[in-house]
């Protein structure tokens, strides 16, 4: 709702991911159908920036992830003269008594990046590391495919790609390293050309918001003053939990 207020246009195909810490959520707008369907999977923000699994299969906890040992090395290499609090809850979040995981170091470093310039230090220090990135969001975009052409399948109803891809959340921040807007288009299109025959819509657009984090907040606030809202009401969704490929489950948005 508050990205149709951004420029989506309210007829034409939209998918919105919003990216967090363990899942993102996918919700997948065919208009011109009335269709709407979602999932949500174990793939996000988490997976590029944890310490990976420990001897047991869980979270392992551990703060030597190759970003945050790249931002360590950076810093030791270009000391700040100007010390802020954001110095000192970084230097807290890095104690080992305190048991930070590096999710949580990375989440601060993005939220003071004016300050630690943590994404410069992947850019200009260590830009192998993107390749994780680019991979990241390109298996993203390859569940999407996969997501369309099988509710195409059981529905029986042909479906474009999305016109509009929109991203949320606190773990889309990493989009912006990726290159330009256009940058990000062109490869989002060759992806599409990669995982499905279907063709891209003419003037494909990717949006992306200031606040990815506060975007899904935004919405509700706006839709409660909405004058237009009642056309939302009782719209049906169909939603993919994950293990049940057959029979999904369809309830309805009050």
Request: proline share 4%; glycine share 8%; no cysteine.
């Amino acid at each position: 709702f508050y990205l149709q207020r951004q420029g989506v246009l309210p007829t034409a195909n939209a998918v919105n991911v919003d990216i967090g810490g363990g899942t993102s959520d996918l919700m997948f707008f065919a208009q011109s159908q009335r269709l709407y369907f979602n999932t949500s999977f174990r793939f996000a923000a988490n997976d590029i920036w944890g310490g990976g699994l420990d001897e047991t299969g869980a979270p392992s906890g551990r703060l030597d992830n190759g970003f945050v040992s790249n931002f360590l090395t950076y810093r030791s290499n270009n000391p700040s003269s100007h010390k802020t609090g954001a110095d000192q809850t970084l230097d807290a979040f890095l104690d080992p008594k305190r048991r930070m995981s590096p999710e949580d170091v990375v989440s601060l470093l993005f939220k003071y990046d004016d300050h630690f310039q943590f994404t410069k230090a992947i850019q200009n220090q260590q830009p192998a590391l993107l390749v994780v990135l680019y991979l990241h969001y390109a298996s993203i975009i390859y569940h999407l495919v996969q997501l369309i052409e099988s509710q195409e399948k059981q529905g029986g109803t042909t479906l474009d790609l999305p016109r509009f891809l929109t991203f949320t959340g606190r773990g889309s921040q990493y989009l912006n390293l990726l290159g330009t807007r256009g940058d990000l288009v062109d490869y989002t299109k060759r992806l599409f050309a990669a995982y499905t025959t279907k063709p891209v819509p003419t003037n494909f657009q990717i949006l992306l918001t200031d606040n990815p984090k506060e975007t899904t907040a935004n919405g509700a606030v706006l839709y409660q003053t909405a004058t237009d809202r009642d056309q939302y009401r009782g719209n049906q969704t169909t939603a993919y939990w994950g293990n049940e490929a057959e029979h999904p489950v369809t309830f309805t948005y009050n």
